[in-house]
């Protein structure tokens, strides 16, 4: 018996999330790297990190565990989808089990033995929740090196970017680490393919949002509620850009010109605004709770409904009168105590 772990969407019977199409029959397209590191030395996957034990199997040990078999829909960023897939593995939850991670422990970063170290990570809790396998068996016959054997991970309900190919560790943290493609490409961070999660933002393509993310330059563009959460985006170009409802928690922002932006209800918690230009941006609504507004020029901004507790705000964050007028009382009182020199 082979165990659908097929997550669906909301639209029961539904298998094909939006705007995906069924790989030939019998195909299976190789994405990304296609070999792992050269390397003499055994096979190992290791998990590490906010663990009680570090634990590490080799091969013959994972082999030895009792296997599951899962059929597994594939759905690739790419467009391609290959439905019922059937995975042999272990599931990640029992390597889990054994190294027990810490109270503490929330993302999990899948680290391939690749020649660029090649990564992706998940939150801890989705991991478990969407039953990820680590896989070394396709079709019950030993996972081909060209699809990352002898030993991968699938995880059943997100877009395959979030699949590592080549697994040899797993890192357990607290905070969560972007992987390559998260990083460097501008693929979405969390990936449902239900939700269309496939770039930072849903109005971009895939050549679009590496180049925002290469280039830093989101000027003039509509980029309504883009997910660059924890990127490094110092020194970034958004004058005039539309970025209502964006999502830049702990962003690093140092030194952004945001000028005459949209940010409205835009969520800039913990982010790293040290120096950052402001000047006429539209932030009615947002987020700046934690913020490093050190140096920050929020001058001619429209601030009405902005939240401020606990950012840090110096004598060199710079406020216009009429911009700390349209604040509640509670968050003007809390600018003006850091910043006595405002009123
Ligand atoms: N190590 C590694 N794992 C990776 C990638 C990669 O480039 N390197 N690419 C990812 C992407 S974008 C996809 S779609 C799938 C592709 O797996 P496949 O080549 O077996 O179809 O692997 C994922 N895991
Ligand atoms: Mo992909």
Known sequence: MVWPKCAMGDN??????????MAAAGKWPVVGERAPRVDDTPWTVTIAGLVQREATWTLDELLSMPPVTWAIDIHCVTRWSKMGASFTGVPLASLLERAGPLPEARFLSFVARSERNHSTSLPLADALALDALVAFAYEGAPLEAIHGGPVRVVVP????????????????????????????????????????????????????????????????????????????????????????????????LA????????????DLTGADLSGAVLVRTDAE???????????????????????????????????????????????????????????
Do not use: C
């Open 12 to 21: 029961r019977g539904v298998r094909l999330p939006p705007n995906q199409e």
């Open 285 to 343: 609504g947002a987020n700046f709770a934690g913020a490093d507004l050190s140096g920050a020029d929020f001058s001619g901004a429209s601030l009405f409904g902005a939240t401020f507790d606990g950012a840090v705000i110096g004598a060199s964050t710079r406020f216009t009168a009429e911009s700390l007028t349209a604040l509640s009382p509670q968050q003007q009182g809390y600018v003006l105590g850091r910043n006595p020199g405002l009123g």
């Open 157 to 252: 309900g997100r877009y395959f970017y979030k699949s590592v190919k080549w697994l040899e560790r797993i890192e357990v943290l607290t905070e969560d680490r972007l992987g390559y493609w998260e990083a460097e490409a501008g693929y979405h961070n969390v990936a449902d393919p239900w939700r269309e999660e496939r770039y930072i933002a849903a109005s971009i393509d895939r050549r679009l949002a590496a180049q925002l993310v290469a280039s830093r330059d989101f000027s003039g563009r509509d980029l309504l509620s883009i997910v660059v959460e924890r990127m490094d985006l110092s020194g970034l170009n958004a004058r005039g850009a539309l970025l209502r409802n964006a999502n830049f928690r702990e962003a690093r």
């Open 255 to 266: 030194g952004a010109d945001f000028t005459d932006a949209n940010l409205s209800n835009a």
